[in-house]
């Protein structure tokens, strides 16, 4: 079956595309998307991001449907500037 | 509640104005604005995007859990996306309520937990070369469900 992945902020720069149809196993899970995922990012990035299926925070265990719209998620950084950078 | 996401400079003094009622003791305004540098480094300008429909939602659940939590009448959170300077508005929350405390209580946890949970990102433009704003981890229960 097919998912629509969506990428922010870095990732989007780093595949070069605001969105992919991809092809998972019907059944896959969110932890196993994300699997499909390592090694096409850095370490960090994929660490660190989050996923949201239609829109809402969904942990690994969340079963994925045809058709589903799923976002890779980096760290969010909206509201006012630089607090989390001056902690570092 | 006034919810929304923008393009356009964020008129603080309407929306400041609109949200008063006969019931308020108190507004509490954040107004989150573009600062001339990141650690010393100078900033040009920052490009905010987000991922509006979730985004949008994200705000608005924010907004009801504040108002059931602290006990406030009325909530206003506006964010702006776009390619904004130094010194220009990025987010506006305004907390109206019968008492300041409750006010300043919600006004500071809104603007803390849209920092971690609302997908918007901010790449930074400096005068040597941009990067994407480290955001903070998200909380561990949005990571692993």
């Excluded at chain 1, 079963?63 to 001056?86: I, T």
């Excluded at chain 2, 603007?111 to 941009?130: M, S």
């Amino acid at each position: 079956m097919q998912v629509r992945v969506l990428y922010f902020g870095v990732l989007k720069e780093l595949f070069a595309c605001p969105s992919e149809d991809i092809e998972v196993e019907t059944g896959c899970n969110v932890g196993e998307l994300r699997k499909v995922f390592h090694g096409r990012m850095p370490e960090r990035a994929w660490k660190s991001m989050a996923i949201a299926v239609n829109q809402e925070y969904a942990g690994d265990e969340v079963l994925l449907f045809e058709g589903d719209e799923v976002a890779l998620l980096p760290p969010v950084s909206g509201g006012a500037p630089g607090d989390a950078c001056r902690r570092r | 509640m006034q919810i929304a996401i923008v393009r356009e400079v964020i008129d603080a003094g309407n929306i400041t104005a609109e949200l008063k009622a006969g019931a308020d003791g108190a507004v509490c305004v954040f107004d989150g604005i573009v600062r001339d540098n990141t650690r010393g480094r100078r900033t040009l300008y920052l490009d905010y995007e987000a991922y509006e429909e979730m985004a949008l939602n994200q705000m608005r659940s924010l907004a009801e859990e504040a108002i059931a939590k602290f006990g406030v009448r009325d909530i206003a959170v506006v964010h702006r996306l776009g390619r904004l300077y130094v010194g220009e508005s990025s987010v506006l929350i305004a907390v109206a309520s019968a008492h300041r405390g409750a006010a300043f209580d919600a006004c500071r946890w809104l603007i803390d937990t849209l920092k971690k949970t609302v997908p918007i990102w901010k790449k930074e433009q400096f005068e040597d070369g941009a990067v994407w704003a480290d955001g903070e981890p998200f909380p561990e229960e949005i990571v692993r469900g």
